[in-house]
């Protein structure tokens, strides 16, 4: 009867343990989902001279999806990614797009041959994408696995979406 009773304690522990892990396991994943980029922690969103330092997801994904053209304070939208062969190229167009590379590639063909708006400049890296948001105001660029600093006044801010 002891030892029964010794078995039952230690289930209730491991039982209570497991849920106690779950449910922090549970609120890091929603915490990062709420205050992170939006997308994976790979990839961040970062734009030079454009209207607000702050976006949903859905307005991030309208904006390199070629959905708005124009910001609001009249600079054109000139969206850069880093599309290098390297594998950042499948990454983004699986994140950002939900495609494969050659899927993006044949989405922003038909955009621009319907005449909707302008072709995205493919950079060969970080570093680039970076030197061509700098130069181009309303440029908003794509990076991934970028682990220098960014300048303040280009850093985006993905905010959670409101539903």
Same mark, same amino acid.
């Given at each position: 009867?002891?030892?029964?009773?010794?078995?039952?304690?230690?289930?209730?522990?491991? =039982? !209570?343990?497991?849920?106690?892990? /779950?449910? $922090?396991?549970?609120?890091?994943? *929603? &915490?990062?989902?709420?205050? +992170?980029?939006?997308?994976?922690?790979?990839?961040?969103?970062?734009?030079?001279?454009?209207?607000? =330092? !702050?976006?949903?997801?859905?307005? /991030?994904? $309208?904006?390199?999806?070629?959905? *708005? &053209?124009?910001?609001?304070? +009249?600079?054109?939208?000139?969206?850069?990614?880093?599309?290098?062969?390297?594998?950042?190229?499948?990454?983004?167009?699986?994140?950002?797009?939900?495609?494969?590379?050659?899927?993006?590639?044949?989405?922003?063909?038909?955009?621009?041959?319907?005449?909707?708006?302008?072709?995205?400049?493919?950079?060969?890296?970080?570093?680039?994408?970076?030197?061509?948001?700098?130069?181009?105001?309303?440029?908003?660029?794509?990076?991934?696995?970028?682990?220098?600093?960014?300048?303040?006044?280009?850093?985006?801010?993905?905010?959670?979406?409101?539903?």
């Amino acid at each position: 009867m002891d030892t029964n009773f010794q078995y039952n304690y230690l289930m209730q522990f491991i =039982k !209570s343990t497991i849920s106690v892990f /779950v449910a $922090a396991a549970f609120f890091f994943l *929603i &915490n990062g989902n709420c205050f +992170g980029q939006g997308y994976s922690s790979r990839i961040k969103i970062c734009g030079n001279s454009i209207d607000q =330092k !702050s976006f949903s997801k859905s307005d /991030v994904d $309208a904006i390199l999806k070629g959905k *708005i &053209n124009n910001w609001r304070n +009249g600079n054109t939208v000139l969206i850069v990614l880093n599309f290098s062969e390297n594998g950042n190229a499948e990454y983004i167009a699986k994140q950002v797009y939900n495609k494969s590379v050659k899927g993006v590639k044949k989405f922003w063909l038909g955009v621009v041959f319907q005449g909707r708006t302008y072709a995205p400049i493919f950079a060969e890296d970080n570093e680039e994408v970076l030197r061509l948001i700098t130069k181009n105001k309303g440029a908003i660029g794509v990076l991934v696995d970028y682990k220098g600093e960014i300048p303040a006044e280009f850093k985006v801010k993905i905010t959670k979406s409101s539903l």
